[in-house]
Nanobody, 119 residues
Framework: EVQLQASGGGLVQAGGSLRLSCAHYGIPYDDYKFGWFRRAPGKEREGVACISSRGVTDYADFAKGRFFVFSDGAVLLRMASLKPDDTAVYYC????????????????WGQGTPVTVSS
């Protein structure tokens, strides 16, 4: 059975950093991807970053140069130079196939972890 749990969110000042973690168990695919998504108040859920089982990564434009996704047991998302606009609930998800940032590509979702960036 698939289990996903995001953690590491919290309150941080603008310009600060956070590292989010997605613990996982029971991935049912031999070719898979992990995605990080976020949903800010009053906005639609949007892709942040992804990493596939083949090592391919992708980032949303707002994340490029600031966020870094990698796998070290858990799937980690390092976020640096945080801005108030980064305030959102962040989710990890798993889907089959290659890396992508569309929500429709993902079949399993973990509980979100909230990130608040103050100015």
């Amino acid at each position: 059975e698939v289990q996903l749990q995001a953690s590491g969110g919290g309150l941080v000042q603008a310009g600060g950093s956070l590292r989010l973690s997605c613990a996982h168990y029971g991935i049912p695919y031999d070719d898979y991807k992990f995605g990080w998504f976020r949903r800010a108040p009053g906005k639609e859920r949007e892709g942040v970053a992804c990493i596939s089982s083949r090592g391919v990564t992708d980032y949303a434009d707002f994340a490029k140069g600031r966020f870094f996704v990698f796998s070290d047991g858990a799937v980690l998302l390092r976020m640096a130079s945080l801005k108030p606009d980064d305030t959102a609930v962040y989710y990890c998800a798993v889907g089959s196939g290659g890396c992508g940032l569309s929500t429709s590509e993902y079949n399993h979702w973990g509980q979100g972890t909230p990130v608040t960036v103050s100015s």
